[in-house]
């Protein structure tokens, strides 16, 4: 596993930033801006004279009919690094391929390459002040043990454009799209180590969880459960979202083995609406778990009707 500053996430971001789509999302969800930095002014100072561009003018009408806030983040992981920006051979949505082509001429005829390597020193910062180590390293380790799967297949991308944190499924590879929380006294600000792993914890959990919840949910069960409204105003729209994410937390609580760590986390989950964690986590850990791992089997249909049921 590696922490990276991908080109490709930059690329798209630069989009969405002269847009202010993400800028917007904090404002309505938020209520507040999104931090500022040097790199975000070095980048309007760059693109100024960019943002009528097309591929600009493209994306704001394509992320209205957009309702998955990451989709655009899937969809340029899912292409090789710029400028070629070639689309893998085993990823099959075509809904976005003329918007890819029109990213490669922004990528041209901007010099997004130029801009890119000119804010090399402020990568290595931000990657700096993220404060990456084998500590915690070790840490995030529990989350691949538990789901079974290869650390090797999966990579933290750091951006400062973005706004939140996302578990992204490729069709060769995972990440944790991840944005500093931040920018305070010349100093990108992430949270603490804690904070940090559980974040990692929860992104890696929904590739995983979100492809067996996929595979096992029967959407006809649930359609006449009502969706509290805590869940609405953060996004989690349908019941299979909110089961998923009710599953994440709770093992990410599981995984938690220091207590006063384990304490803070369920205090913040039971503020945020997520009030039966403890219920789900003594399911998971009692009738969920052979060998120390996740069982993947038609088992976890009833983890999906518990939840349900409890929430």
């Not at 080109?7 to 798209?12: G, H, S």
């Not at 990692?200 to 949910?217: D, G, Q, R, S």
């Not at 207590?259 to 369920?266: Q, R, T, V």
Request: contains cysteine; charged residues 25%; hydrophobic residues 35%.
């Amino acid at each position: 596993m590696d922490i990276l500053i991908d080109q490709r996430i930059e690329l798209i971001t630069t989009i969405q930033t002269l847009c202010g789509y993400w800028d917007n999302l904090a404002e309505k969800f938020l209520n507040k801006k999104l931090f500022q930095c040097g790199y975000k002014e070095n980048l309007h100072q760059y693109f100024e004279k960019h943002l009528q561009n097309e591929t600009v003018t493209l994306y704001k009408k394509l992320c209205n009919d957009e309702r998955d806030i990451s989709a655009f983040l899937t969809l340029i992981l899912n292409h090789s690094n710029p400028p070629a920006l070639c689309k893998n051979e085993y990823y099959n949505d075509n809904k976005y391929d003329h918007f890819m082509e029109s990213v490669r001429k922004f990528y041209a005829e901007t010099g997004f390459d130029s801009f890119f390597k000119n804010n090399k020193v402020e990568y290595e910062k931000i990657k700096n002040d993220f404060g990456y180590n084998d500590r915690l390293l070790n840490d995030i380790n529990n989350i691949f043990d538990f789901l079974d799967i290869e650390s090797k297949n999966y990579n933290v991308i750091i951006s400062p454009l973005v706004f939140g944190n996302f578990g992204i499924n490729t069709c060769t590879e995972n990440f944790v799209v991840m944005s500093p929380r931040d920018y305070v006294n010349n100093k990108y600000v992430f949270g603490s180590k804690e904070a940090v792993r559980n974040i990692i914890w929860h992104e890696f959990a929904h590739t995983v969880i979100n492809v067996l919840t996929k595979k096992y949910y029967d959407p006809s069960k649930y359609q006449n459960k009502t969706i509290p409204e805590i869940f609405r105003k953060n996004l989690y729209n349908d019941m299979e979202t909110i089961v998923n994410e009710y599953i994440i937390r709770s093992i990410a609580y599981l995984l938690e083995k220091d207590g006063n760590c384990a304490k803070a986390l369920l205090d913040y989950e039971k503020k945020s609406g997520f009030t039966k964690i403890e219920k789900i986590n003594n399911y998971i850990f009692n009738k969920c778990i052979k060998n120390n791992k996740l069982i993947k089997s038609a088992q976890y249909e009833k983890l999906i009707d518990y939840v349900v049921k409890v929430i």
